[in-house]
């Protein structure tokens, strides 16, 4: 497994939840993100990180997550506060291919993709 995220669960409404990535060595790119896709949906762009800090968020995120990353770990983290009910799916870590520095809210402009935990907000 090359990207393994943990940390989805059952959250009421307002609450917040900690997701975690471990990655690899040939999957710790200089870009990484974090999608969601709910039952129906199509995959969508939660936020991405480079490997320099720099930031890219969905428009519906709006200051309630955090992204980050600890290169020394080789783990992408995604805080999530005031959770809403619309916010369950799966959420799936993701990197872009090495080399590349340049966040893309794409997810076929990403390479690894990890399994999925699933995050339920209940009302």
């Known amino acids: 497994v090359q990207l393994q995220a943990c940390g989805g669960g059952l959250v009421q409404t307002g609450g917040s939840l900690r997701l975690s990535c471990a990655a690899s060595?040939?999957?710790?790119?200089?870009?990484m993100g974090w999608f969601r896709q709910a039952p129906g949906k199509q995959r969508e762009f939660v936020a991405a990180?480079?490997?320099?800090?720099?930031?890219r968020y969905g428009d519906f995120v709006k200051e309630r997550f955090i992204i980050s990353r600890d290169n020394a770990k080789k783990t992408l983290y995604l805080q999530m506060n005031n959770l809403k009910p619309e916010d369950t799916a799966a959420y799936y870590c993701?990197?872009?291919?090495?080399?590349?520095?340049?966040?893309?809210?794409?997810?076929?402009?990403?390479?690894?993709w990890g399994q999925g935990t699933q995050v339920t907000v209940s009302s």
């Open positions: 060595e040939r999957t710790f790119n200089p870009v």
């Open positions: 993701a990197a872009r291919p090495n080399r590349v520095t340049v966040i893309s809210a794409a997810p076929a402009s990403y390479t690894f």
């Open positions: 990180i480079t490997w320099n800090g720099g930031l």
